[in-house]
């Protein structure tokens, strides 16, 4: 892609933008929206707030970046609706994810040592809970919102960071199933729902789905407790895949990756979890190379075939390549060094609602790292294509992305 291309896709995103001006009712928040943005895409190799504001290149004053991010009082729920509104794509799987947001410090509002994805362990951080849209081609953002443990509630940690009363504890999949709640309101149809196994252990969040009307494949921990069909007594998942015989274990290849064909062995089998009404199905899957296990839990019909238990159950496979090719891009969310404290509206880490649009967009032009590539031209070279309809900056028409809807802090 070379400057003239890059501008191409700048002023294509600026006009996109520009339909989330009204999101903002006051004008110093669009114009600090707008900046905000060109810091997110502008040359700074390190998306802190200082970094971002330094490279703009008619910037406004560093306070007021600042406090539009941390203390200005606007809504997320504008924002989220309107990129609900421009996602092309009304039909797919609608997958619940934890978004790992490694910390230093003690003071960035719902840190705590907890288990991360991002880490791939136990340390210290904030996690978001967050849905996506998987579509035939693309995956998009529809939900995102800071979970706050339990020991944030306390009277110490409200005066601190500003959490109203009104506002209590919720267990990460709870603010899931509120998530899937507002996608069905949204108008979105959910072919089924996907999540790992820190939700999909839980019997609660599994009866919310089925409630719902909602087909699921979650993966489950190994200590879940099931009761195979014409068995008395209920097992471990991992102690009934270990009786299970080695011809019953089938090949399959269920996804393309960089470097060849995806494949493990799986087998399924018709089981009651326990505390649950009815069998589902238990799907059992593993490793070619290293034996390793996973078991997920699926209400499918019983007619479903192996093929299609197992097509569902890794259809979070697209998250886990966007996730690695953010991170190689400049729209990755989970490096930024911004602390946002919680307002009275409960708002998410308003750094990723603000990306939000910007994913949306460049996912509907089918190219995210086109528009990530622009970002080499420098704030100098393409402010002035990304908001060429705005002669005067502080009138600016320079709108406001939204996306993923949780992040509510970074630093």
Not at 228 to 233: K, Q, V
Request: charged share 25%; hydrophobic share 35%; proline share 6%.
């Amino acid at each position: 892609m070379d400057a003239r291309d890059a501008r191409a896709v700048l002023d294509r995103f600026g006009r996109f933008i520009d339909r989330f001006t009204d999101c903002f009712s006051r004008r110093v928040q669009r114009t600090a929206a707008s900046q905000y943005i060109e810091g997110l895409f502008n040359d700074s190799e390190r998306k802190s707030m200082q970094a971002m504001h330094g490279r703009l290149s008619d910037p406004i004053h560093y306070q007021a970046l600042q406090h539009f991010v941390t203390h200005s009082p606007w809504s997320d729920k504008p924002l989220w609706d309107r990129v609900s509104e421009v996602i092309p794509e009304r039909r797919g799987i609608l997958a619940l994810d934890d978004t790992g947001l490694p910390k230093q410090g003690r003071h960035s509002v719902g840190v705590k040592r907890q288990y991360s994805g991002t880490l791939g362990k136990t340390g210290n951080c904030q996690v978001a809970v967050s849905s996506l849209l998987i579509g035939p081609d693309l995956v998009w953002p529809l939900g995102c919102e800071l979970y706050l443990p339990q020991d944030w509630f306390d009277d110490a940690h409200r005066e601190e960071a500003g959490i109203p009363s009104r506002l209590h504890f919720r267990e990460k999949w709870r603010i899931a199933l509120a998530q899937v709640r507002a996608a069905l309101k949204r108008g979105f149809q959910l072919t089924a729902v996907v999540t790992d196994a820190d939700y999909g252990s839980t019997t609660a969040f599994r009866q919310g789905l089925e409630r719902l009307g909602l087909r699921y494949a979650v993966a489950i921990r190994s200590n879940l407790a099931v009761c195979p069909a014409g068995a008395r007594r209920t097992r471990p998942v991992a102690a009934v895949a270990k009786q299970i015989p080695a011809r019953q274990w089938r090949r399959i290849c269920w996804g393309q990756g960089t470097k060849g064909p995806l494949a493990a062995r799986f087998v399924a089998l018709r089981v009651r979890p326990t505390r649950s009404r009815g069998e589902r199905w238990l799907l059992c899957e593993r490793s070619l190379i290293k034996d390793e296990r996973k078991y997920y839990v699926l209400n499918l019909d019983a007619s479903a075939s192996l093929t299609e238990l197992v097509t569902l159950a890794r259809g979070r496979w697209p998250i886990e390549q966007q996730s690695r090719t953010q991170r190689r891009t400049r729209l990755g969310p989970l490096r930024r060094a911004h602390v946002s404290w919680l307002e009275p509206s409960h708002r998410p880490h308003r750094h990723r609602l603000c990306l939000s649009p910007a994913r949306t967009s460049a996912g509907a032009r089918r190219s995210a790292t086109d528009v990530a590539a622009c970002a080499s031209l420098g704030p100098r070279d393409h402010g002035g294509a990304l908001y060429r309809q705005q002669p005067q900056p502080v009138e600016s028409n320079r709108r406001l992305p939204a996306e993923s809807a949780a992040e509510k802090m970074t630093k």
